[in-house]
T-cell receptor, first 113, second 116 residues
Framework: AQSVTQLDSQVPVFEEAPVELRCNYS??????LFWYVQYPNQGLQLLLK??????LVKGINGFEAEFNKSQTSFHLRKPSVHISDTAEYFC???????????FGTGTRLKVLA | EAGVAQSPRYKIIEKRQSVAFWCNPI?????LYWYQQILGQGPKLLIQ????????DSQLPKDRFSAERLKGVDSTLKIQPAKLEDSAVYLC??????????????FGPGTRLTVL
């Protein structure tokens, strides 16, 4: 069965500093990977997704993620964060051939002035 | 392009009462999903429709939850009777195609349910 682990429940970081949000998954088959962001009182918005091809995926708002098959990881990074990046970030996995997204428990990113 | 619409945004009820949530997906999207997001957890799929047929409802507590998607467009999710543990945000999402793994899901703002 698939699972997604987001080890960091909260990540505080100062404005303009870099950040990495960690995501590890387990699956016995090939997977698709997603990062979603949820701003307060809003629904989830897709940041980026890995389907195939280049392991470095670029998304919206300056975020990028790297798929590492040997480490079964899909960590999200941004070189310089802004106050407006304060939100909850969810990693999700879906195996090829199904439609189900399995979400992690989320990481709350708090950007400090 | 209008996004996924949901109403109400907030609802407070007492246990054993019933409640209904409404979702209007993005125009032309064939697949519609209902998720339950309990505080501190990621969203969990409750039911998936493709057009007006159910694809997967394996995690829907069918003794108290029901959902329908009339005419393959709008959908309603009902809880009757509600329990305290049903307190959560209920998210609706839609996707354009057949709901396969590569199909991007677009989420609505959610309905926050509090059961007292």
């Amino acid at each position: 069965a698939q699972s997604v682990t987001q080890l960091d429940s909260q990540v505080p970081v100062f404005e303009e500093a870099p950040v990495e949000l960690r995501c590890n998954y387990s699956s016995s088959v090939s997977v698709y990977l997603f990062w979603y962001v949820q701003y307060p009182n809003q629904g989830l918005q897709l940041l980026l997704k890995y389907l195939s091809g280049s392991t470095l995926v670029k998304g919206i708002n300056g975020f990028e993620a790297e798929f590492n098959k040997s480490q079964t990881s899909f960590h999200l990074r941004k070189p310089s964060v802004h106050i407006s990046d304060t939100a909850e970030y969810f990693c999700a996995v879906s195996d090829q051939g199904t439609y189900k997204y399995i979400f992690g428990t989320g990481t709350r990113l708090k950007v400090l002035a | 392009e209008a996004g996924v619409a949901q109403s109400p945004r907030y609802k407070i009820i007492e246990k054993r009462q019933s409640v209904a949530f409404w979702c209007n997906p993005i125009s032309g999207h064939a697949t519609l999903y209902w998720y339950q997001q309990i505080l501190g957890q990621g969203p969990k799929l409750l039911i998936q429709f493709q057009n007006n047929g159910v694809v997967d409802d394996s995690q829907l507590p069918k003794d108290r939850f029901s959902a329908e998607r009339l005419k393959g467009v709008d959908s309603t999710l009902k809880i009757q009777p509600a329990k305290l543990e049903d307190s959560a945000v209920y998210l609706c999402a839609s996707s354009l195609l057949s709901g396969g793994s590569t199909d991007t899901q677009y989420f609505g703002p959610g309905t926050r349910l509090t059961v007292l």
